[in-house]
């Protein structure tokens, strides 16, 4: 770990080398040489010091002759930007004649007190530079100044003040700096190298990262665009076959769902736009709290739908001010519109606005919800293109991520800040300041009340109130109960219609809701989109699956997504069929009604007396162990006449409708029929099996009445229970 001197050092030099502009590598290799030539600088002191105190005038000039470079060098060198290594090479050039001059007047390799290691140090620190070529140019002299001071050799004599004994202390003073430094130039070459190689990691990830955000971007934009598609394709079809009927409800979806994709498509232009530095700010004189308050007032129906009290709460009843309406309209319709969507039904939303305190000068805008909140770990990014936050569960709600970052651009563009403070659990305050300033043309501020009609979509503002069931006009009319699972209102109207003379319909708009209705009405079938708010489809078909009321119903899962991924996964978690959006609705009721039809094999299997063994196919596997259960718990009850369906349903933990629903599409059966067959069967084996009396297997068998017994007996056998006996 490197010292907090060190790291105050560090980021001293960090201060000093940088100048505005200046490119990454260039202030890197700044700092590196700058660090070299101080440690030189301060072994050089050191060196010129002991010359001093040891009598040896010809070290002491050396030391003044490197030192007259190393300084000014270092002075310079903050102020450098450019043409470093050029600059750095000339004076390491230099230094390295210098020290060719002292060997030769100190008598050659061997006698000059270790100068012969200097060049080393030099040619390590000349590898930071950007250009191979003058390492090479300063190795080569470093190299051709060694050979000519050794083959200079027989001309030169030793200085006399150079005693052996003094110059072997400067021979390993030398060395050992020397030595001490071009280690600390490799550790430091090492590290960076890491340094680097961690970057490159962390640019790969980002890459990576980048790529899973477009993949996701990419799902939930075909997500966003197939629900409406689908709509307009089937409102379309239904126009052409029955005109009379559809004309004015399917052109109207039709247009809410057209209305949706334009919002979509715009939001995503207007980032291209905003990002691109093309989009104008057109900024008027208008009462900002008038267009806030109509806009706030636009969004009611929506918040009544989800009982959500919302209010708007101005500090001031006018107020005038320069800025862009349709931006403003925007900015406040992604902050409201997420309010409400994230929002819990029942709780509250509220938009303040006026100036701020005194002595500053914005407007603020604020949008608060006791909503979930959002997790502090999460609040950094959610102003990011494409950052949607997973639930708990994995999963999120309908969205394309682009809101907040739109938002953010648009008052940015305004010139303006906006902040999020958020709770888990207790709820997310926006706020928006905005620049005041009273210098544009003066607008009227009467058209504000259209913004409604223009920008935002009926369907949105009041599609969330929702259907309950269709009217059940009785099961004795032979038709089977489908659960329609989906969060989308004009789908559930688009499948409504296709699909109401055919099934008596149940809705419910997420998972959770799904889950509550499969176990309250127990349908023949069940449709579910996977993509919904609170619950998706996925998680209500594992819970489906693993409750022994519901694990029989037949499920299909209709989604936008038509990847194979998405399918296998339902699939492989016991969905029954896919059926991807846009659909055909001939196929859609096809599926549906052949997989109620496929419910015969499971019928075939339970309805019949005859013995089965529990299987492993995933098809049988659960219903195999249910109706084992039942059985066992028939058989253990076989001679108490008063056991019937409340005895049953305390034992399997269901309520009566539920056994009732479950047992007849298991086995097309009433409770009530199967065991009086089950207790017949049982009283068969025993005739044909023991030596009992028929009035005793009676008893045995639950049927304390014998002719009621000999009665039902004949009924189901076709002759009386005494022909077997006789
Ligand atoms: P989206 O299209 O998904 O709504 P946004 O950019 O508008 O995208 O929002 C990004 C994320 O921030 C959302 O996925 C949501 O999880 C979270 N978020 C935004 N506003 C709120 C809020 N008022 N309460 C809770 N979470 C919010």
Redesign the pocket.
């Given at each position: 770990m490197k010292s907090r001197g060190v790291g105050r050092l560090l980021g001293w030099i960090d201060t000093i080398m940088f100048i505005p502009g200046i490119d990454e590598n260039i202030l890197a290799m700044k700092k590196n040489v700058w660090l070299g030539s101080f440690g030189s600088g301060i072994a050089i002191s050191g060196m010129t010091l002991l010359g001093y105190f040891l009598d040896l005038p010809v070290i002491v000039s050396y030391g003044f002759a490197l030192l007259s470079l190393t300084i000014p060098a270092l002075i310079i060198l903050p102020f450098l930007k450019k043409n470093i290594d050029l600059i750095f090479f000339s004076i390491q050039f230099i230094l390295i004649w210098i020290t060719f001059f002292f060997m030769l007047r100190m008598g050659g390799l061997l006698t000059s007190a270790g100068l012969l290691f200097t060049g080393i140090s030099i040619i390590f620190m000349s590898t930071t530079y950007q250009n191979n070529r003058l390492t090479i140019i300063l190795f080569s002299t470093y190299i051709t100044t060694l050979i000519t001071t050794a083959l200079l050799q027989p001309k030169l004599s030793p200085l006399p003040q150079m005693t052996p004994a003094k110059n072997l202390l400067f021979f390993t003073v030398n060395f050992t700096w020397q030595a001490g430094y071009t280690l600390l130039l490799i550790i430091n070459n090492i590290s960076q190298k890491k340094k680097l190689a961690e970057a490159k990691h962390a640019e790969a990830l980002r890459l990576q990262e980048l790529d899973e955000a477009k993949t996701r971007l990419f799902t939930n934009i075909t997500h966003e665009f197939r629900t409406p598609l689908t709509i307009i394709l089937g409102m379309a079809r239904l126009i052409r076959e029955k005109p009379e009927e559809w004309l004015e409800d399917g052109t109207e979806k039709i247009g809410n769902s057209g209305k949706n994709l334009l919002n979509l498509v715009n939001q995503m232009l207007d980032l291209a736009k905003l990002e691109a530095g093309a989009m104008p700010l057109h900024n008027f004189q208008q009462d900002i709290i008038l267009q806030l308050r109509y806009l706030v007032d636009s969004f009611s129906s929506m918040a009544i739908s989800r009982k959500i009290r919302l209010e708007f709460i101005p500090g001031t009843d006018h107020f005038l001010m320069d800025y862009d309406a349709d931006k403003l309209m925007h900015i406040l319709s992604?902050l409201l519109s997420?309010?409400l969507?994230?929002n819990v039904d029942g709780n509250y939303a509220e938009v303040k606005a006026g100036p701020a305190g005194q002595g500053e000068n914005d407007f603020v805008i604020s949008v608060t919800?006791n909503?979930?909140?959002?997790n502090p770990e999460h609040l950094p990014y959610?102003f990011d293109r494409f950052?949607?936050?997973e639930k708990d569960n994995g999963k999120?709600?309908s969205?394309?991520?682009?809101?907040?970052?739109l938002t953010k651009e648009l008052v940015r563009l305004m010139k303006g800040t906006i902040s999020v403070c958020s709770l888990p659990d207790k709820g997310?305050t926006f706020t928006v300041c905005l620049p005041i300033s009273n210098q544009a043309l003066l607008r009227e501020t009467a058209g504000f009340s259209d913004f409604r009609e223009r920008w935002i979509s009926e369907s949105y503002l009041s599609g969330h109130e929702r259907k309950t069931s269709s009217g059940r006009k009785g099961e004795e009319s032979g038709r089977h109960i489908l659960l329609i699972v989906e969060d989308s209102n004009d789908l559930v109207d688009y499948l409504e219609a296709v699909l109401r003379d055919d099934f008596l319909m149940e809705f419910a708009v997420n998972g959770k809701e799904g889950f509550d209705k499969a176990l309250e009405f127990v349908p023949d079938i069940i449709l579910s989109d996977v993509m919904m708010p609170e619950m998706d489809g996925i998680t209500m078909l594992d819970k489906i699956r693993s409750d022994e009321r519901t694990s029989h119903i037949p499920v299909v899962m209709l989604t936008a997504k038509a990847d194979i991924a998405s399918r296998l996964e339902g699939i492989g978690r016991g969905a029954d069929a896919y059926m991807s959006k846009p659909f055909h609705e001939e196929e859609l009721k096809l599926r549906l009604t052949k997989l109620i039809e496929q419910r015969n094999t499971l019928r075939q299997r339970y309805a019949s007396m005859g013995v089965f063994t529990q299987s492993d196919d995933p098809t049988y596997k659960t219903e195999d162990a249910f109706m084992m259960k039942i059985r066992g718990i028939m058989e253990a009850n076989l001679d108490n006449e008063d056991f019937g369906i409340n005895q049953l349903c305390r034992g399997v933990g269901m309520s009566r409708a539920q056994l009732y629903r479950k047992f007849k599409s298991l086995t097309d059966k009433t409770v009530n029929e199967y065991l009086i067959q089950f207790r017949l069967y049982k009283a068969n084996e025993m005739l044909k099996n023991t030596s009992l009396t028929a009035s005793e297997i009676a008893w045995e068998t639950g049927f304390k009445n014998l002719s009621h017994f000999s009665r039902v007996y004949r009924k189901m056998y076709g002759h009386s229970p005494g022909s077997h006996r006789n």
């Open positions: 992604n997420n309010a969507k994230y919800d909503g979930p909140g959002i959610i950052y949607r936050i999120q709600e969205g394309s991520g682009l809101g907040l970052t997310t």
